[in-house]
C-alpha cells in the first residue's frame, strides 16, 4: 500500500484491510482517488447512528464507507476518529 495521504480529513469505501505492527490500515476510494489510512487502538470508532451498537476496528469490512480524521500531529498520520456505513 501508499504511504498515508496527509491530508486531515478522509472519506471512501474500503477496498483493502491489512494489520501491521498492531495498526490497521484500510486502502479507501472515493471516486478516482486512493489513499490509505492507519488506525491503532487509540482511534474512536462509531456507527454513523448513535443508537447502534459499539463497534471496532476489526468490524471494519470490505465495501463499508468510512469517514473520519487524522491526528495532526501524529508523524505516522493516525486516525483520529472513524465513522463507519456498514454495507448491508
Given amino acids: 500500500m501508499a504511504l498515508p495521504s496527509k491530508t486531515n480529513d ?3 469505501t474500503v477496498t483493502k484491510i491489512e494489520t501491521i ?3 490497521t490500515i484500510f486502502e479507501i476510494t472515493m471516486y478516482d482517488v486512493t489513499y490509505t489510512v492507519t488506525a491503532n487502538d487509540k482511534t474512536k470508532v462509531a456507527y454513523c447512528h ?3 451498537p459499539a ?3 476489526s468490524d471494519i469490512k470490505v465495501g463499508d464507507t468510512i469517514e473520519g480524521n487524522n491526528r495532526k500531529f501524529s508523524k505516522d498520520n ?3 476518529n472513524i465513522t463507519v456505513w456498514m454495507v448491508s
Fill in 55 to 57: 463497534i471496532k476496528l
Fill in 50 to 52: 448513535d443508537d447502534d
Fill in 78 to 80: 493516525l486516525a483520529k
Fill in 10 to 12: 478522509f472519506r471512501g
Fill in 21 to 23: 505492527d498492531n495498526n
